[in-house]
């Protein structure tokens, strides 16, 4: 319970990010990034443009030149955070009065001018496809006017940019490879706020991850909002990849190639990516899963809901059964392998049947792990205009504690399969419970907490699993991996 509780928190928390500082930039940047992994990835990529404008970033707020928060309005809870944050440098912008505060990402893009007006702190406003005109837009700012940046691109994919890393363990990055998404379930804000789906070139993908590798990252997770859904036939937008000519669709690279191309380049880094959605997920990427041993064995496959009704009802494009028949090939193919939800309880109309189909289907497929929600209706959204949040608050939170125990019971009887075996683990930092302890994951994406030794951060090292909570896997390493 405390687990997913932390990971629920740890989704919408942010983080002032910082990256190692140039001697020549003069000028103090505090970003903070809320929300998805993709939204930490778009700061990565805002910090590099505005390094070149002379910022080095800083974790003192009150020392900023500059604060950029990068936002999320997927729920209105991650709103209303982002709202008190803006409080908070109120506060701060009164003793250092020529600070600038810009507002990034999907609040953004959903609000626009508004922000201006209901929020008197806010300079600057830019959406997730306009960051590479911040320099101009704070250029505005410098001369006394407020600058607004939310057009929607149909091809930026920043694909030119190398992101600077921002808080960096230095062992796992992100690389984003789509932008926007297309699929219009009626719950969601995200097609509004980051616009209709675009793939990057992957010749630009395996650069970044070339850079990467050289500089000793030894995991890359593949960033998109539906990493499947990706293909490339020369650029522009995926709905127009039928429009493209015929040579292009011949050479077309789809996310199973992308992928199959990422780990036979580069044999020794472990891909992950995230996100799944099971209506693109195809056989072809779980088999290019089982074929490499560098691509984790782990799937975020969100659901939302197991009851057919509901699933039409958010215009998620397959039924239960699909789901279910899509999750037994996988275990079929890849029978090691873990994987994850995303639900919502308290959708418009679920009845308590809907919610028992809910549980029904965790039961069948048995989550490793999971991130749960109650329906937060969204402005703008089809359910927000033309459906009724009509589920009671109390039922939605009742809901929600059950998927949540429910989800804890999977998590446990997941983690308990691990006892007793010897795993891969790779070091990726200092357990926060103990400093004489390593945390590593494995390819199932469990975290094991172990002992130091004189292992490394980096390494891949094998470990005996002798205990483990719903969350963690205990253990002592028994040696390197031949992976190192
Ligand atoms: N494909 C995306 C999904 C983005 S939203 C990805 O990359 O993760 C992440 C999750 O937030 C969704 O899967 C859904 O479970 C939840 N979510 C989205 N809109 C929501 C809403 N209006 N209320 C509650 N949860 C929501
Ligand atoms: Fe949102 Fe559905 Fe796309 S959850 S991000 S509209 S796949």
């Known amino acids: 319970m405390k687990h997913i509780e932390k990971v629920l928190d740890e989704k919408i928390q942010g983080k002032a990010l910082v990256t190692e500082n140039k001697k020549d930039n003069t000028k103090k940047l505090f970003i903070e990034s809320y929300g998805c992994q993709m939204n930490m990835n778009d ?101 006394g006017r407020d600058a607004v940046n939310v057009i929607l691109s149909k091809e930026e994919t920043y694909g030119d940019i190398s992101p600077v890393r921002l808080n960096s363990n230095r062992v796992t990055a992100f690389v984003s490879i789509t932008r926007g998404c297309d699929n219009m379930c009626t719950f969601c804000v995200v097609p509004f706020t980051r616009g209709r789906e675009r793939s990057r070139d992957p010749k630009s993908i395996l650069n970044e991850i070339q850079s990467m590798v050289d500089k000793n990252y030894k995991e890359i997770t593949l960033l998109g909002q539906n990493v499947d859904s990706f293909l490339w036939f020369g650029g522009g937008l995926k709905k127009d990849f039928k429009k493209a000519s015929e040579m292009a669709q011949t050479t077309a690279v789809d996310f199973a190639q992308l992928l199959d191309r990422c780990a036979t380049e580069f044999p020794k880094t472990r891909f992950r990516f995230s996100t799944s959605n099971p209506q693109d997920m195809s056989l072809d990427v779980i088999h290019t899963m089982a074929k490499h041993k560098n691509i984790c064995k782990y799937l975020h496959l969100p659901v939302q809901s197991g009851s057919n009704a509901m699933l039409k009802a958010m215009n998620r494009q397959h039924t239960r059964e699909e789901y279910m028949e899509l999750i037994d090939n996988i275990y079929k193919i890849i029978p090691e392998i873990s994987l994850s939800q995303d639900m919502i309880v308290g959708f418009c109309g679920e009845t308590e049947q809907d919610h028992k189909d809910t549980l029904a289907l965790m039961d069948y497929v048995k989550y490793d792990f999971g991130f749960m929600f109650t329906y937060s209706e969204r ?4 359910a927000g205009n033309k459906m009724k949040d ?40 200092t357990s926060k419970k103990d400093l004489n302890k390593w945390k590593g994951r494995n390819t199932q994406n469990t975290v094991a907490v172990f002992a130091k030794g004189d292992y490394k951060l980096g390494d891949f090292v094998n470990v005996k699993v002798e205990d483990c909570t719903s969350a963690t896997l205990k253990g002592t390493v028994v040696g390197y991996s031949d992976n190192n």
């Open 43 to 143: 700061s990565e990529i805002v910090a590099a443009i505005l390094d070149k404008e002379g910022y080095n970033t800083t974790q003192i707020l009150e020392d900023a030149d500059l604060v950029l928060v990068n936002t999320c309005s997927i729920r209105e809870k991650a709103e209303t955070t982002v709202r008190k944050r803006l409080q908070k440098y109120n506060a701060v912008k009164k003793i250092n009065k020529n600070m600038k505060v810009g507002v990034l990402g999907c609040m953004a893009e959903r609000l626009k001018e508004k922000f201006l007006e209901e929020e008197k702190i806010v300079d600057l406003v830019v959406g997730p496809d306009a960051y590479k005109d911040i320099p101009n837009l704070l250029e505005e700012v410098h001369q």
């Open 379 to 382: 402005p703008g959204t089809l």
């Open 390 to 429: 009509d589920v009671p608050f109390e039922t939605k939170k009742r809901r929600l504690q059950e998927v949540i125990d429910l989800q804890q019971e999977h998590a446990l009887y997941r983690t308990q399969q691990h006892l007793g075996k010897i795993e891969e683990f790779l070091i990726e930092g």
